[in-house]
């Protein structure tokens, strides 16, 4: 069964990077089903898709975030990485790793909370 | 950028009857849809795809229905677990995805 778990510091300070990792287990992340992707939501409000990553590397990116986002896949961790940058307290928010079939996501790691503050 | 709209916001409903959501898109999705369900404090759990699909392990009381730029999600006989808030999201165009800014229906 495929399990996704978020991992990352909690804390980043305003302009700085943050930087989370998923780690996929019970499947590989090198299955030609699936994208994977990071989606957020901030505090008390609706769920924005960031980006997604195939096995070999090929992204999207959304065109709000793009110029500070990158995704990167590790194969031999079978993880995958986001790091998102110079924040600002509007990128406070609950942080998902998920997978991505066709477009939609099936599993959805438990998410981990990053608040930007000084 | 599609963008999603869902009606209405809040929906309060008394257990065991029927719960009708919408969503609505900026431009045709076709049937590339689906909808979500979030509980406080967890992550959206994917209950339909392609629009009326139930995922695996959803309970025949939650149905979607609709194509083009109009869709339904219907919950025939609400139980105490399905009182959550409501996602629909739309992957015809990846880049990007989007969501509706969700309904939340709670108990009357």
């Known amino acids: 069964q495929l399990q996704l778990q978020e991992s990352g510091p909690g804390l980043v300070k305003p302009s700085e990077t943050l930087s989370l990792t998923c780690t996929v287990s019970?499947?590989?992340?090198?299955?030609?089903?699936?994208?994977w992707g990071w989606i957020r939501q901030p505090p008390g409000k609706g769920l924005e898709w960031i980006g997604s990553?195939?096995?070999?590397?090929?992204?999207y990116y959304n065109p709000s975030l793009k110029s500070r986002v990158t995704i990167s896949v590790d194969t031999s961790k079978n993880q995958f990485s986001l790091k998102l940058s110079s924040v600002t307290a509007a990128d406070t928010a609950v942080y998902y790793c998920s997978n991505i079939l066709t477009g939609y996501t099936d599993v959805w790691g438990k998410g981990t909370t990053v608040t930007v503050s000084s | 950028e599609i963008v999603m709209t869902q009606s209405p916001a809040t929906l309060s409903v008394s257990p065991g009857e029927r719960a009708t959501l919408s969503c609505r898109a900026s431009?045709?999705?076709?049937?590339?849809l689906a909808w979500y369900q979030q509980k406080p404090g967890q992550a959206p759990r994917l209950l339909i795809y392609g629009a009326s699909t139930r995922a695996t392990g959803i309970p025949a009381r939650f149905s979607g229905s609709g194509s083009g730029t109009e869709f339904t999600l219907t919950i025939s006989s609400l139980q105490s677990e399905d009182f959550a808030v409501y996602y629909c999201q739309q992957y015809n165009n990846w880049l990007p995805f989007t969501f509706g800014p969700g309904t939340k229906v709670d108990i009357k």
């Open positions: 990553i195939y096995y070999s590397g090929s992204t």
């Open positions: 019970g499947g590989s992340i090198s299955s030609s089903s699936y994208y």
């Open positions: 431009q045709s999705v076709s049937s590339n």
